[in-house]
């Protein structure tokens, strides 16, 4: 999970706007490299971005985003630069799926309730080996704004201290501090977040391959990882590699419209043939009628 911290209301302009992308210059203006700008290249789709707009102390959480596409380099230009005019190279990654917090949530509230929190956790940081590059600083023992931490890291105890017990709790108790709806908004986030750690773990399992008898596809941006049983339904399962297959898009496209299922011993089955695309008769049928099993190992049962 990640931060933007944008303070640029126009944030680029059509095309590089608001909640449209993450962007940033590839080094400064003499040459040196910015770690909260070259974060932007780390990010992977399915990761959640939790974005803080304005000025302080207008500054507010409004809302998340999820990655549409992995970090890269371009040389198409914001068409609003602003102080960025310098840069001929560009890291820039897709987003999608905004979800606004009904009521943002305030960055000024949060410094002023969670600041014994926040200072621990900074503190804490400090002393790793490996620190994360978080958005905010301690000085003169107050808490503020890194200046220029574009794009911060957020682990889930940052999260759960900055979001409150909607984020970091199992139960359905409300943060004071945020309304009904927003907490609504902030449990639908978490969620997505078990869900994109279920699918990484199910491609690792399966050597990031598709799953599927005579399928090749191993390329990582066309590969999921499939809930045998839902992940709404089956409360008890969420999270077991057990419970999980690694199939490319077309694939689980059709195990989800139920043209093909799987027996307890991993046997692909259809009760009957369905009306389908070339697609699926040419690709799924001849392996439901000759009776192949998923390439399912022991390794990919573990959790």
């Given at each position: 999970?990640?931060?933007?911290?944008?303070?640029?209301?126009?944030?680029?302009?059509?095309?590089?706007?608001?909640?449209?992308?993450?962007?940033?210059?590839?080094?400064?203006?003499?040459?040196?490299?910015?770690?909260?700008?070259?974060?932007?290249?780390?990010?992977?789709?399915?990761?959640?971005?939790?974005?803080?707009?304005?000025?302080?102390?207008?500054?507010?959480?409004?809302?998340?985003?999820?990655?549409?596409?992995?970090?890269?380099?371009t040389e198409s230009r914001?068409?609003?630069l602003g102080q960025w005019a310098?840069?001929?190279?560009?890291?820039?990654?897709?987003?999608?799926?905004?979800?606004?917090?009904?009521?943002?949530?305030?960055?000024?509230?949060?410094?002023?309730?969670?600041?014994?929190?926040?200072?621990?956790?900074?503190?804490?940081?400090?002393?790793?080996?490996?620190?994360?590059?978080?958005?905010?600083?301690?000085?003169?023992?107050?808490?503020?704004?890194?200046?220029?931490?574009?794009?911060?890291?957020?682990?889930?105890?940052?999260?759960?201290?900055?979001?409150?017990?909607?984020?970091?709790?199992?139960?359905?108790?409300?943060?004071?501090?945020?309304?009904?709806?927003?907490?609504?908004?902030?449990?639908?986030?978490?969620?997505?977040?078990?869900?994109?750690?279920?699918?990484?773990?199910?491609?690792?399992?399966?050597?990031?391959?598709?799953?599927?008898?005579?399928?090749?596809?191993?390329?990582?941006?066309?590969?999921?990882?499939?809930?045998?049983?839902?992940?709404?339904?089956?409360?008890?399962?969420?999270?077991?590699?057990?419970?999980?297959?690694?199939?490319?898009?077309?694939?689980?496209?059709?195990?989800?419209?139920?043209?093909?299922?799987?027996?307890?011993?991993?046997?692909?089955?259809?009760?009957?043939?369905?009306?389908?695309?070339?697609?699926?008769?040419?690709?799924?049928?001849?392996?439901?009628?000759?009776?192949?099993?998923?390439?399912?190992?022991?390794?990919?049962?573990?959790?």
């Amino acid at each position: 999970m990640f931060i933007e911290m944008s303070r640029d209301a126009d944030h680029g302009g059509k095309g590089w706007g608001f909640s449209t992308c993450l962007w940033a210059p590839i080094k400064k203006e003499n040459g040196a490299q910015w770690p909260f700008w070259s974060k932007v290249r780390q990010v992977l789709p399915g990761d959640v971005v939790l974005h803080l707009k304005g000025i302080p102390p207008n500054a507010h959480f409004t809302g998340f985003s999820v990655v549409a596409s992995a970090g890269y380099k371009t040389e198409s230009r914001p068409p609003i630069l602003g102080q960025w005019a310098f840069s001929k190279e560009f890291f820039r990654s897709d987003l999608t799926d905004y979800m606004p917090f009904p009521m943002p949530i305030s960055l000024k509230s949060i410094f002023s309730t969670r600041k014994e929190e926040l200072s621990e956790y900074f503190i804490e940081n400090k002393t790793r080996s490996v620190r994360k590059n978080i958005f905010y600083v301690i000085q003169s023992a107050r808490l503020q704004c890194l200046n220029g931490a574009y794009l911060s890291e957020l682990d889930e105890q940052l999260a759960g201290i900055i979001l409150g017990s909607d984020f970091s709790e199992e139960s359905e108790v409300r943060s004071q501090d945020v309304s009904v709806e927003t907490a609504h908004v902030i449990r639908s986030v978490k969620a997505r977040i078990g869900q994109k750690k279920f699918s990484d773990l199910i491609k690792s399992n399966y050597g990031s391959k598709c799953c599927f008898p005579g399928c090749d596809v191993t390329d990582a941006d066309f590969l999921v990882g499939a809930h045998i049983a839902r992940w709404a339904d089956r409360i008890d399962l969420r999270g077991r590699a057990d419970n999980g297959l690694c199939l490319c898009l077309m694939h689980d496209k059709a195990f989800e419209k139920g043209f093909f299922t799987i027996d307890e011993n991993l046997n692909v089955k259809i009760s009957e043939v369905q009306e389908s695309g070339q697609w699926c008769m040419r690709e799924v049928a001849p392996y439901v009628v000759n009776g192949f099993r998923l390439a399912v190992s022991l390794l990919h049962l573990t959790h």
